[in-house]
C-alpha cells in the first residue's frame, strides 16, 4: 500500500545470506508483464531455464541444440540465485521451494515432460504503444499460436502474427498466419510434430498439469490450456489494443469509480488507519499509516530486532538506522506523499476527484490503462476486465517507478493484493503482505 522500495534498497545492507546450497535442477518458467514509461504501454516477456546439476543454465531453449547448449553458469548461496553471462552480465533469484523470485515475476519449476495433457493451449503475445490522447501513432505487434493435443497422438496447430501502424485500421501493416495437424510423441521433455505432409519439428516442452492454470513451457514460450468450464478469452492482438477513441474524463472517472466499487466502496472511502505487516526477503516490515493524521511509519525487522524506520508527520519525517536519526530527504517526502495516491489508496473517490487530463487506452487481455495527472505528477493505473487494480506507476523527478500486484484478496471488505512487485532505476523487489489490520487504534507509542 505505500512505496517501500527506494527504502529498502538503502537498507539492503541489513540481509546476511549464510550456508551455502545444492545446485538447482530442472526447467523453472514464468512471464513477466510490465508496464511501459510511456502512457498505456505494456509489454510481456517469458522466461523459460533449464538449470542442471553442473553449475550451468540455458535459456534458449527454442533452439535445436537446447539440451547440450550453455547460456551461462549460476551459484546458489542460501536461499540466493545467481546467473552469471559470459559478457559479464547478471540475473538474482530468490529460491522459495519450488518457485524462483525475479523480483518483478516468479518462475515455477516444471518437471520433464513425457506425455501432454489433451486439450487447447494458447500463447497469446501483443505490445503496443501511443494511440489517441498520446500525441504518438499508434503501433502495435501480435503473436497468437493455438496447440491442440487430443490425447491419442494427434494434434493441430493455427498461429498469426501480425503489425499495425496508423489508427483503427492497418496502416503499413502486415498479417502472416500458419496451420497445420498430423501426428505427435513426446519423450524427455522433447516434442515432435509430424505433420500431414511428412515434415517434424522438433520442440522442447515442459508443463505442470496438476496445478490450475496448467502452464506448458514450448520452445521458450508459455503456453495457457484452455479452460474448458470458462469462456474462451478473446485472442490479444494489436487491433484490439488502439486506444479508446471518444472517450472523455467523466467516462474515464466513471471508470475508475467502478473500480473503487470493486475494490471495497464506501469501505475504502471511508478507510482511516492502517497497519501492514509483510517481508522483502528475509526482512519483515510493519507498515503503519494514520491517513486522518497524515502520519506515516515503515519499520523494518531483522529477525526481532528493529534495524531501521522511516517516519512521515505532515510536512516533516525522518529516518532511524542502526539508531543513527538523521532528517527525510524531500525526494523521499515527495515518494511518500505520492504513494498516497497509488495502490488501493488511489483509489478512493478524493483521490480520483482531484485527477486531471485523463486518458484511457484499451490493452490486452481486456485489460484498460488509465493516465492522469495529480499534483503536477504523471500517474497511470492499470485495470483487469473486472475493475481490479492489477499495476500502476508513476513518473516523477525524471524516475519512472511501477508495481505490479496480485493474489488479490478480500480483508475486511477491501480487495487487497498479498503479492506486488515493484521497480525502479532497474531495481526490482517482490513484496509479500502477510497481514492487513484496516482501522486498528493507534497510542503515541506507536509512533515513537
Known amino acids: 500500500m505505500r512505496p517501500i522500495l527506494p527504502f529498502f534498497l538503502l537498507l539492503l545492507f541489513v540481509v546476511q545470506q549464510a550456508c551455502a546450497q545444492s545446485g538447482l535442477n530442472g526447467v523453472f518458467a514464468g512471464v513477466q508483464v510490465t508496464i511501459g514509461a510511456s502512457p498505456g504501454s505494456m509489454g510481456r516477456t517469458d522466461h523459460v531455464i533449464w538449470f542442471r546439476s553442473d553449475g550451468t543454465f540455458n535459456s534458449d531453449l527454442h533452439k535445436p541444440d537446447w539440451k547440450t547448449a550453455t547460456t551461462g553458469h549460476y ?37 520433464e515432460s513425457n506425455s501432454v495433457p489433451p486439450g487447447m493451449y494458447h500463447f497469446n503475445y501483443a505490445y503496443s504503444s501511443g494511440g489517441a490522447g498520446t500525441g504518438l501513432a499508434y503501433a502495435g505487434t501480435a503473436s497468437n499460436t493455438d496447440l491442440s493435443f487430443d490425447g491419442n497422438g494427434n494434434f493441430s496447430r493455427n498461429a498469426m502474427s501480425a503489425t499495425q501502424v496508423g489508427g483503427g485500421v492497418v496502416a503499413g501493416g502486415s498479417t502472416r498466419s500458419n496451420s497445420g495437424s ?27 498439469p496438476g496445478e490450475k492454470p496448467v502452464m506448458a513451457a514450448v520452445d521458450g514460450n508459455i503456453y495457457f490450456l484452455d479452460d474448458p468450464s470458462s469462456a474462451k478469452s478473446s485472442t490479444a492482438g494489436a487491433h484490439n489494443s488502439t486506444s479508446a477513441a471518444g472517450t472523455d474524463a467523466p467516462t474515464i472517472k466513471a471508470l475508475l469509480y467502478k473500480a473503487n466499487q470493486v475494490q471495497g466502496g464506501s469501505r475504502l472511502d471511508n ?84 485527477m486531471e487530463s485523463l486518458k484511457q487506452q484499451h490493452q490486452p487481455n481486456n485489460n484498460t490503462s488509465v493516465t492522469f495527472m495529480l499534483d503536477g505528477e504523471e500517474f497511470v493505473f492499470m485495470l483487469n476486465g473486472n475493475g481490479q487494480l492489477i499495476g500502476d506507476g508513476v513518473k516523477s523527478a525524471g524516475k519512472t517507478r511501477t508495481s505490479v500486484y496480485g493474489d488479490l484478496r478480500n480483508v475486511d471488505g477491501l480487495l487487497l493484493p498479498f503479492t506486488e512487485s515493484d521497480q525502479q532505476d532497474g531495481q526490482k523487489v517482490l513484496i509479500r503482505y502477510t497481514r492487513y489490520e484496516l482501522d486498528p487504534t493507534f497510542s503515541e507509542a506507536d509512533w515513537q
Open 75 to 111: 551459484t546458489v548461496s542460501g536461499n540466493k540465485v545467481v546467473l552469471q553471462y559470459p559478457k559479464g552480465g547478471k540475473d538474482f533469484y530468490t529460491l522459495q521451494g519450488d518457485m524462483l523470485t525475479g523480483g518483478g515475476y516468479n518462475l515455477i519449476k516444471l518437471p
Open 271 to 354: 478507510l482511516q488507519r492502517a497497519r501492514v505487516t509483510g517481508s522483502i526477503n528475509n526482512i519483515t516490515f510493519i507498515n503503519k499509516i494514520d491517513l486522518h493524521q497524515q502520519r506515516y511509519r515503515l519499520e523494518l525487522y531483522k529477525g526481532s530486532t528493529l534495524a531501521a524506520l522511516e517516519q512521515v508527520e505532515g510536512a516533516t519525517g525522518w529516518v532511524t538506522v542502526n539508531g543513527n536519526k538523521t532528517s527525510m530527504s524531500p525526494d523521499r517526502m515527495r515518494e511518500i506523499k505520492e504513494g498516497f495516491c497509488t495502490g488501493v489508496l488511489g483509489l478512493r473517490r478524493e483521490v480520483i476527484s482531484r
Open 182 to 208: 498430423g501426428h505427435y510423441t513426446i519423450k524427455d521433455g522433447v516434442l515432435v510434430l509430424t505433420y500431414a505432409d511428412g515434415h517434424t519439428q522438433a520442440h522442447s516442452f515442459f508443463s505442470r
